[in-house]
């Protein structure tokens, strides 16, 4: 009996990895992030959104510093960025070694009660964010602090019946949610709309963020 063939005719595409032996890095990195958030200079002095209580901003220069943990995470994420890049282009080694990036690269420390809200990054192709830290989860917020998209199929769930009630991931109605682990990387489209939810957890949650254009 024939039966029907099912295809996603658009898609986004979500890259993910976790950096090898992390824990040691991690330990590097949040010292480090610590240190320079205290010493008060390199806040963002000009934050495109609003910092809400409980989050603090670096600036944008986060992978020019030369300490050899930031060389270190910055090699990780460019090499999982241009893989990624790589694939879905379809690109041979000859372009990729044209290929050019730019980037702002920055932290965020978030402490209890901080949140970011919903939005998205123009004027870049690429974005990714980095967890050095997850911070903790009280048993009664299981969304203390998880990244969260929203689906860009804006016309979606205007109308639902049973014919359309539950579809299965990636055809799935609403929102997805990454609640970060230690060491892991998440890139997607710097169009997509992202938020994160209010942190309730009694340590630092503490990420690395970047967005990226490219030319040949």
Do not use: K
Not at 66 to 80: G, Q, S, V
């Amino acid at each position: 009996m024939a039966r029907p063939s099912i295809y996603p005719a658009f898609a986004v595409p979500f890259s993910d990895a976790d950096m090898p032996e992390a824990e040691a890095l991690n330990a590097e990195l949040r010292a480090l992030l610590l240190e320079r958030e205290r010493e008060g200079t390199y806040a963002n002095p000009n934050p495109s959104l609003t910092l809400h209580p409980g989050v603090f901003e670096s600036d944008f220069t986060l992978f020019s510093w030369p300490e050899p943990c930031i060389l270190r995470l910055r090699d990780f994420c460019w090499r999982m960025l241009g893989l990624t890049i790589q694939e879905l282009n379809g690109y041979g080694e000859e372009e990729m070694r044209r290929l050019q990036i730019f980037s702002h690269t920055w932290y965020h420390v978030t402490r209890h009660g901080g949140f970011t809200v919903t939005h998205t990054h123009p004027m870049a192709s690429w974005s990714g964010v980095y967890c050095v830290d997850p911070g903790d989860t009280p048993a009664d917020r299981p969304e203390s602090g998880v990244l969260r998209f929203h689906n860009p199929h804006g016309y979606s769930d205007l109308f639902r019946d049973a014919g359309n009630l539950r579809p299965a991931m990636p055809y799935h109605h609403g929102t997805w949610n990454i609640r970060f682990r230690a060491g892991q990387l998440v890139l997607f489209p710097s169009w997509i709309p992202h938020e994160v939810l209010p942190y309730y957890g009694s340590g630092e949650r503490i990420t690395v963020a970047f967005n990226t254009w490219f030319r040949m």
